[in-house]
T-cell receptor
Framework: QQPVQSPQAVILREGEDAVINCSSS?????VHWYRQKHGEAPVFLMI?????EQKGHDKISASFNEKKQQSSLYLTASQLSYSGTYFC??????????FGTGTSLTVIP | EPEVTQTPSHQVTQMGQEVILRCVPI?????FYWYRQILGQKVEFLVS????????KSEIFDDQFSVERPDGSNFTLKIRSTKLEDSAMYFC??????????????FGPGTRLTVL
């Protein structure tokens, strides 16, 4: 039931773009995106509630394709502060929540 | 800004001992969660709690685990007889709503549990 993320890890230079994908084998009601820095708790980025929904703030945006049971997180013009592990989180029933496998993002100068 | 707090920040215990991890969710939140993260691995859902009862639990949350809201502010996770493999960071989270509603989860800083 755990969603699968790809890639597992990515290294970017400052200013480059990245896409992180999240897919589930189960029907999704919503998709959350969180970022976790080393040794810290996950921090909420955004939630997408409907198929086809897209959201964004600053240079981080996401889309949710309900039919394909997939979501993608887009990071544009990456900054050093974007480094961390990104998790998608999905709800497919009630209040049971599953984090994805995680994507480690490293932004280098 | 309101935040979720957890105590202790680090707990060391002997195998077979009982531990209680404590959390104070954000005061107007209604849904509470426990997660664990083994070092270097993914965050794993343990249990969600709403209206003074367990809403959902994962396969990890077996009879060794229990949760309680003993008063209006605390939310606890008890592990009855700890095993070495229980060593992990345990995160508490709370949200205003749950289910398919807009329910951003706010995470506490975590309790690192070390079982010797």
């Amino acid at each position: 039931q755990q969603p699968v993320q790809s890639p597992q890890a990515v290294i970017l230079r400052e200013g480059e773009d990245a896409v992180i994908n999240c897919s589930s084998s189960k029907a999704l009601y919503s998709v959350h995106w969180y970022r976790q820095k080393h040794g810290e708790a996950p921090v909420f980025l955004m939630i997408l509630l409907k198929g086809g929904e897209q959201k964004g703030h600053d240079k981080i945006s996401a889309s949710f394709n309900e039919k394909k049971q997939q979501s993608s997180l887009y990071l544009t013009a990456s900054q050093l502060s974007y480094s961390g592990t990104y998790f998608c989180g999905t709800e497919n029933t009630g209040n049971q929540f599953y984090f994805g496998t995680g994507t480690s993002l490293t932004v280098i100068p | 800004e309101p935040e979720v707090t957890q105590t202790p920040s680090h707990q060391v215990t002997q195998m077979g001992q009982e531990v209680i991890l404590r959390c104070v969710p954000i005061s107007n939140h209604l849904y509470f969660y426990w997660y664990r993260q083994i070092l270097g691995q993914k965050v794993e859902f343990l249990v969600s709690f709403y209206n003074n009862e367990i809403s959902e639990k994962s396969e990890i949350f077996d009879d060794q685990f229990s949760v309680e809201r003993p008063d209006g502010s605390n939310f606890t996770l008890k592990i009855r007889s700890t095993k070495l493999e229980d060593s992990a960071m345990y995160f508490c989270a709370s949200s205003l709503a749950g289910g398919s509603s807009y329910n951003e989860q706010f995470f506490g800083p975590g309790t690192r549990l070390t079982v010797l």
